[in-house]
């Protein structure tokens, strides 16, 4: 025992040594790795990120781009001692921006970087189009330092090309549109708020939204400013009348108070949280000053968002400066209130300070007029001074392509949040369905559930305009352009099936019938009818039920339903008398009845009418229907009228019963028709299709395989051409071998070969001619021998043909004489010809 547990504890430490010097030797590989990798070292100095902007752009500016001119140094001279006054009277004010760096690294002054370009896009010509291109085009890039103006102002050419920049981007590439369509409009550093600096629309309202609502108030006031017939003389208590008044004034105010203490209490809880950089926050917007293009007063445009604000907004805390590509004026008005008792007349010495002299630094409300009186004893003043006159834009003509105006959004698509609202944006024919503007409205602020999702499509082969989804309801409304098929205008449903509750409006000028609604729920269906000549306005049909239960094969095969009640409702016919104009018919199938309601005349106050019971069918179809005065009731207005006789009713009977079978036939129509639009609507939404223009060369197939077959047959010809063209020399160096280096001897050689194989051609071509003429001559001299000898037995009809074809050899031979005379007179030239062309043949020429 003694010795076994020897030996284990020998084991065991013989197993501690072991595991020690594998600890040694991972410990010492573990310092030989430390060592080797601390002997690797990387230079993160030396890894900077890329300007995107120098290495894409820089290589291909102009001229004008990279450096300045001497007049542009000369301002940039002036704007320096403009900036070191400005700093020495307004120590405490923020830095001007004056001569940012554009993309290429060069001071330019800020006038200069304005380019005014016409473009030729109707939508650029009114400021509202102009703004929503710029504000859809381009994607923002905050300043940094947000309190800080930028240090580079790049050109409207770079941005459009990058569609991308900060606000002083925005604004220089807005300002030259705008000045371009003719407007008064000046670039404005100033400050605003954060929401405005960021571009956060969370807490504004969707301006679509807005303008629907713009749109029902504006509908509902003209619908009250119509004429209406005088009411009639009120013979209420005027006293009851006032208390009930006083009630509803009391039961309004109190909502009204709730009301408002509701909206205090959500203001208060959307109110964001206070801004450290209130006041700091530097911005830049557009000025469009009064007079040009008939604008009535200034106002400010966001170049953001696109929309227009008064010069008295809230929303913008202050001016620094202004300019235009004319001149640059600096604000010398107080900012404590913001801009709410500014004065934009920049003209005004004592509000405003300009930079350079001249036009553009006089007062801009002076009629012109009074300017030329007030200036007429300065004229030799005027002369005499040297005025400092802007120099021209160094940017170059802006361009806008057809691609980027259709695009128009980064990507094609844009997301804009408003409060309660998202707003998506798409480019055409981005989306398969034609999709271009889709509106989510929820419920509540953080837009988790959604109440209504409205949609615009265009380019759509079915005429789909708009189409609304209400999600409580779950009801769809479509709204469909002039054009489609049966003439809808609107369709408000829930499910594409026919026994679901729907409504459809018509153009009804565009249709037959002049139908314009159609409203069907449950069991009942409504039609109303304008500008018909039978003067039908409206139809009300009731359906029974099936009286047993079949498939929905068997009511598709049927296409309608059992018909109870038809109710027709007719306008006034002044042509007829009212009591025999018809005001309402109602057709009660269920109770085989007839029900006809006439027109009541001015001076009556009930209408007469008459009702008819149908006769039973009797099983013998030869035997005629009887009629008793029993199925007729009248009721006459007028007690001295005589009444009708049977016969009379009886006619009218038969007529209103053909009537009712050719109701029945048009309700049959209705429904068939019904039916007929929503399969329709089902195979429109399953196979989408849009218009493509015949103009719309990028996309219309027939266009582009044109344009494909032209450039295919213009490839074919040139290398006809080229075939044309071929080495004259090629047969003559596969003779020699093809050699890589011609001699003396094998130049001479070549040309000697060409020149007789020319030659050669010629005599070739000379004996051809002469042959066939020869040939010609001596068919003609055995026509002639044959004539001579035959001529006493020859009819008139051989003489005629002998004749005629002494004249078409004659014509022959006279051709052929010409093309030899020709042939011989040009010969020598075309061996000269091919003499002088070897001879200035670069691979011939230095030997000849």
């Known amino acids: 025992m003694e010795a076994a ?16 010097v594998q600890v040694d030797f991972a410990q010492e590989a573990l310092d030989e790795l430390d060592r080797a990798l601390s002997k690797v070292k990387i230079d993160a100095s030396a890894l900077t990120m890329p300007d995107k902007r120098k290495k894409l752009y820089k290589w291909q500016c102009p001229q004008s781009y990279k450096r300045s001119s001497l007049k542009e140094k000369q301002l940039i001279a002036l704007a320096e001692n403009f900036w070191r006054q400005y700093t020495h009277i307004y120590p405490d004010r923020k830095p001007l921006l004056l001569c940012p760096l554009n993309e290429c ?56 090309q990058m569609k991308r920049g900060s606000c002083f981007d925005f604004s220089t590439l807005l300002c030259s549109l705008l000045l371009a369509a003719g407007y008064n409009a000046y670039c404005v550093s100033g400050y605003a708020t954060k929401d405005v600096c ?48 006083m009630r509803q004034k009391e039961a309004q105010a109190a909502r009204l108070k709730k009301q408002q203490e509701a909206d205090r209490l959500q203001e208060e809880l959307e109110r964001p949280p206070p801004d450290p ?84 630094s006089q007062s801009l409300l002076l009629i012109p007029s009074m300017k030329k009186q007030e200036f007429e ?27 980027d105006m259709e695009m128009r959004f980064p990507g094609g698509v844009k997301v804009i949040q408003y409060r309660k609202a998202k707003l998506e944006k798409f480019a055409p024919y981005l989306l398969r369905d034609g999709l271009v503007t889709r509106l989510s409205t929820y419920h509540d602020l953080d837009c988790t559930e959604v109440c209504v999702v409205k949609e615009w499509y265009q380019h759509r082969n079915d005429h789909l305009e708009e189409r609304e989804l209400r999600k409580a309801g779950n009801i769809t409304l479509e709204h469909f352009r002039r054009g489609r098929s049966f003439a809808l205008k609107h369709h408000r449903y829930v499910t594409l099936t026919p026994d679901s509750d729907r409504e459809m409006e018509f153009y009804s000028q565009a249709r037959a ?47 309608h339903r059992p018909l109870e009640k038809v109710v027709e409702r007719f306008h006034r016919d002044t042509t007829k008398p009212a009591s025999e104009d018809v005001a309402e018919r109602v057709f009660l199938v269920s109770e085989e009845r007839i029900q006809v309601t006439y027109h009541r005349d ?58 009712e079978e050719k109701v029945a036939q048009r309700i049959k129509s209705s429904e068939k028709e019904v039916r007929a639009i929503l399969d329709l609507r089902q195979y429109e939404e399953t196979n989408i299709e849009l218009h493509i223009s015949i103009y719309n060369t990028a996309r219309n197939d027939k266009a582009r395989k044109h344009r494909e077959a032209l450039e295919r047959m213009a490839e074919e010809a040139r290398l006809l051409q080229e075939e044309k063209e071929l080495d004259y020399l090629a047969p003559f160096l596969a003779q020699l071998g093809d050699p890589e280096e011609l001699t003396r001897q094998m130049a001479l050689q070549l040309r000697n070969d060409c020149l007789a194989e020319l030659k050669q051609r010629l005599i070739d071509k000379a004996n051809l001619i002469q042959g066939r003429f ?32 002494c004249s078409d050899a004659m014509f022959r031979i006279h051709i052929l004489k010409l093309r030899l005379n020709r042939h011989k007179d040009r010969a020598p030239q075309k061996y000269l010809a091919l003499d002088e062309k070897l001879r200035r043949d670069p691979r011939l020429a230095l030997f000849l």
């Open 5 to 20: 547990t020897a030996d284990q504890d020998n084991e065991g430490v013989a197993l501690d040594q072991d595991d020690e």
């Open 105 to 160: 690294g060069v001071e330019k002054f800020v006038s200069t970087t304005l380019r005014p370009t016409v473009l030729p896009y109707p939508v650029l010509f009114n400021w509202e189009g102009c703004a929503n291109f710029v504000s859809d085009f381009l994607s923002l890039e905050p300043l940094d330092p947000p309190t800080d103006p930028p240090r580079h102002l790049y050109s409207p050419t770079h941005v459009l």
């Open 198 to 245: 960021l571009l956060n629309l969370a807490r504004q309202e969707c301006p679509l939204l807005a303008k629907n609502e713009k749109d029902k108030t504006e509908k509902q006031a003209v619908e009250v400013l119509k004429y209406t017939v005088k009411p009639p003389r009120d013979l209420s208590s005027a006293f009851e009348r006032h208390q009930e008044e």
């Open 277 to 360: 950089l209130f006041g700091l926050r530097v911005h830049c917007w557009v000025l469009v000053k009064c007079g040009a293009r008939e604008v009535p007063e200034d106002f400010f445009i966001e170049p953001l968002s696109g929309k227009s604000f008064s010069t008295t907004d809230q929303n913008f805390l202050g001016v620094e400066s202004a300019w235009n590509h004319r001149n640059y004026w600096i604000n010398m008005q107080d900012c404590r209130r913001g801009c709410t008792d500014m004065s934009f007349d920049l003209g005004d010495p004592i509000k405003w300070e300009y930079m350079l002299c001249g036009d553009t």
């Open 377 to 403: 004893d300065d004229d030799e003043e005027k002369e005499e001074s040297k005025v400092f006159q802007m120099p021209p834009s160094w940017v170059n003509e802006l361009n806008i392509s057809q691609q």
């Open 513 to 559: 019938d002049g139908l314009a609604r159609r409203v069907g729920k449950g069991l009942e269906m409504i039609e109303f009818f304008e500008d018909r000549p039978d003067f039908l306005f409206y139809r009300h049909i009731l359906f029974g039920k099936h009286a047993k239960k079949v498939t929905i094969g068997e009511i598709a095969e049927q296409g």
């Open 602 to 659: 001015q001076d009556r106050i009930i209408p007469a009418w008459r009702n008819f019971t149908i006769p039973q069918e009797s099983g013998d179809t030869q035997q005629k229907q009887t009629f008793t005065p029993d199925m007729a009731s009248t009721f006459q207005v007028d007690p001295f009228e005589k009444p009708s006789k049977n016969l009379f009713l009886y006619e009218m009977l038969m007529a209103l019963m053909k009537e």
């Open 774 to 805: 020869e040939k010609e001559t001596q068919e003609l001299q055995q026509k002639q021998q044959w004539y001579q000898k035959n001529q006493p037995t020859m009819t008139k009809e051989d003489e005629d043909q002998y004749l005629a074809y």
